[in-house]
């Protein structure tokens, strides 16, 4: 994921519809591939700090999405310092969606939260796929890839395989 | 100009004394630190006479060409001097040179300046002039990029996550290290900062303090003392802006990656 939106140093061609990734600056590239990692990184002190909202639009599709997350807009006034886990990963997942990307990568996106704060991320996962977001996620629950995937790939020995899904989404 | 009080070596050599109380106190105590004040200020002598030797010498023949090469050995010790201090460096030959090369620009370039406009001693690389008034800037200017070069590649390396988190959110290169860039940057002004606000005031420097004793009126002293911190201002300024600027290009690279993996490895 790291590769895809060009972290690391990698050889290979990247394609998002027809724009190839080598053929715009890599910032912009970045602004239509999000990627949010497992662990998430911060520069300021205050969350809102991490936040532009410079337009009333922003400001309120960011309102709806911290709703979705379940959190208020209260805590962009939090410190940084005082976040558990979870919110830094629901925020951070926050983040990358206020900058509307075209497509999604989302390593583990669930992995420091419990069943409720699970079930608000996937929503917002498949509300991102309704408005026609590509996303490609790790996951290493079974049973969460049979709620959201469309198609499921196993990573073994340095290897992908394409993985039956048992339950069939009716948008596949 | 009052009268210069020649010392002799006997005025020295009293002047030991209380090197050598502090001595019998520790030894007395056990405090282990006899044996390594006793080297050091013979150290101190044995460096000093030697310096002397080498300027007389320099002085005597003035030429233009040898007091260039005393110059760019000194920068060139200064340069090792910033290498050293540098917990992650960058790895090759980048690590010396990005921090040699900031410093000894911005030294040469404030030191001729000022020679030729402003001191204008007659031939203007006159050694007497250049020596002293290059190596002073070029300490100065060590200081500031050591620090500031220090702390730009530690701050990044500890912060990987957070300048990634401003790339993945579509920041250039150079707006995601500003933040730490930034703080690299007030790290190495900080000393020539610090020196000028409390010049005067806290510390009588050095050198004004030399020509003092040495019957230059103060006025006169201060003068001199006032266009040097400038200097040493100047130099430091373009040394810690070039090192940090281009420490930072060569941390990043033009798919607006950072580029960590450019540190030397450290156990």
Redesign the interface.
């Given at each position: 994921m790291r590769a895809i939106?060009?972290?690391?140093?990698n050889e290979g061609e990247v394609f998002l519809g027809d724009i190839e990734r080598n053929q715009i600056?890599?910032?912009?590239w970045?602004?239509l591939v999000?990627?949010?990692?497992a662990?998430?990184?911060?520069?300021a002190d205050r969350v809102g700090d991490?936040f532009e909202q410079t337009s009333l639009a922003q400001a309120s599709s960011l309102d709806e999405l911290l709703t979705g997350a379940g959190m208020g807009k209260e805590v962009l006034d939090w410190q940084v310092s005082r976040l558990s886990s979870g919110e830094m990963q629901r925020l951070?997942l926050v983040?990358?969606l206020a900058?509307e990307p075209k497509a999604l990568l989302l390593d583990e996106p669930t992995s420091a939260l419990d069943a409720k704060t699970t079930k608000l991320v996937e929503l917002l996962i498949k509300q991102q796929l309704s408005n026609g977001v590509a996303i490609i996620m790790i996951s290493h629950d079974d049973v969460q890839v049979k709620r959201l995937a469309n198609r499921a790939y196993i990573l073994e020995n340095g290897e992908l395989k394409k993985q039956k899904l048992a339950r069939k989404r009716k948008n596949d | 100009m009052i009268d210069y009080i020649s010392l002799s070596y006997w005025d020295l050599a009293l002047g030991a004394i209380f090197i050598l109380i502090n001595g019998v106190i520790s030894i007395a105590f056990r405090l282990g630190l006899a044996k390594k004040l006793f080297i050091v200020a013979l150290r101190m002598v044995v460096q000093l006479s030697i310096v002397a030797l080498l300027l007389k010498a320099i002085f005597a023949i003035s030429s233009p060409w040898l007091t260039l090469l005393v110059a760019l050995a000194m920068g060139l010790f200064a340069g090792r001097e910033i290498y050293a201090r540098q917990d992650k460096k960058l790895s090759g030959l980048w690590g010396y040179s990005i921090g040699a090369g900031s410093m000894m620009i911005a030294g040469i370039l404030v030191t001729t300046i000022a020679l030729t406009t402003q001191i204008q001693p007659d031939p203007w690389y006159k050694p007497q002039f250049a020596l002293p008034l290059f190596g002073m800037i070029l300490g100065n200017t060590m200081t500031g990029v050591s620090l500031a070069l220090d702390n730009l590649t530690t701050t990044l390396n500890r912060?990987?996550?957070?300048?990634?988190?401003?790339?993945?959110?579509?920041?250039?290169?150079w707006?995601a290290m500003l933040?730490f860039v930034r703080g690299a940057l007030r790290a190495g002004f900080m000393p020539i900062i610090n020196a000028m606000a409390a010049m005067g005031i806290v510390s009588l420097p050095g050198m004004m303090t030399g020509q003092i004793l040495s019957g230059v009126d103060p006025a006169e002293a201060v003068k001199y003392q006032i266009l040097i911190l400038l200097l040493i201002g100047g130099a430091t300024g373009l040394g810690v802006i070039g090192a940090t600027l281009a420490s930072a290009y060569r941390l990043s690279d033009?798919?607006?990656?950072?580029r960590l993996d450019r540190l030397k490895t450290t156990k």
């Open positions: 939106v060009d972290l690391d140093e600056p890599a910032h912009q970045r602004t999000g990627f949010v990692p662990q998430t990184g911060w520069w991490h951070g983040r990358a900058l | 912060e990987q996550k957070a300048v990634e988190a401003l790339l993945l959110l579509g920041k250039t290169r707006q933040p033009d798919r607006d990656r950072l």
